[in-house]
């Protein structure tokens, strides 16, 4: 079964700083999805990222970048000039490529915290 | 983008009853819903796929007899946590998933239902 892992349970950055955040995953599949949600207080789950595995190039969104490394089973979230809005809680989570209505696996999670 | 709303967002009942939580596509069709469970700063736990005209798909776990899960249409899908306890006050997400076209695995998520049993 499909795992994923986050190994920093809690963040904080300076404002206008640069933060990653780390992802890693098993997988036997080759053909998969990674996405970086963002979970603010509202608790309302907004899609920050997306990458597809076949992808080498990683996927940018604005200030949101991410690392892929596909070997490694790597997939850290890099968000750059850190605003106060960027706090909440961020989850890497894990698809399978195969079908339509594979499921959406989640890791435990990251709390970012900006400081002023 | 795609729009998934979630009613109620916050129900409080007392323990013994049962509770009705609606989860609706607005603006496109989904073949597709999944049911998640959240506790306070945890991460989003599965339940249940809901697939339009059959039964879900539970997880190892989770009652399927507790939690009834109901997709009738491609817009509407429902979970029922019947005889409620206090241990079943959560957090409930639904999200769904765009039929057809693109397989780009996104999913779009209702604004979640805060469950408290008394």
């Known amino acids: 079964a499909q795992t994923v892992t986050q190994s920093q349970p809690e963040m904080s950055v300076q404002e206008a700083e640069t933060v990653t955040l780390s992802c890693t995953y098993d997988?036997?599949?080759?053909?998969?999805?990674l996405f970086w949600y963002k979970q603010p207080p509202s608790r309302q789950m907004i899609l920050v990222i997306r990458q597809e595995a076949y992808k080498q190039q990683n996927a940018t969104e604005n200030r949101f970048s991410v690392n892929f490394q596909k070997a490694a089973k790597s997939f850290s979230l890099k968000i750059s000039d850190s605003q106060l809005g960027d706090a909440a809680m961020y989850f890497c989570?894990?698809?399978?490529?195969?079908?339509?209505?594979?499921?959406?696996?989640f890791g435990p999670g990251t709390s970012l915290s900006v400081i002023p | 983008g795609a729009v998934v709303s979630q009613h109620p967002s916050w129900v409080i009942c007392k323990s013994g009853t049962s509770v009705k939580i609606e989860c609706r596509s607005l603006d496109f069709q989904a073949t597709t819903m999944f049911w998640y469970r959240q506790f306070p700063k945890q991460s989003l736990m599965l339940m249940a796929t809901?697939?339009?005209?059959?039964?879900?798909?539970?997880e190892q776990g989770v009652e399927k007899d507790k939690f009834l899960i109901n997709h009738a249409s491609l817009t509407l899908s429902t979970l029922t946590v019947t005889s409620a306890h206090p241990e079943d006050s959560s957090f409930y997400i639904c999200s769904a998933r765009l039929a057809g076209g693109s397989n780009t695995g996104e999913l779009f998520f209702g604004e979640g239902s805060r469950l408290t049993v008394l």
């Open positions: 997988t036997s599949e080759s053909d998969y999805y």
């Open positions: 989570a894990y698809r399978s490529g195969k079908t339509s209505y594979d499921k959406v696996i």
């Open positions: 809901s697939n339009e005209g059959s039964k879900a798909t539970y």
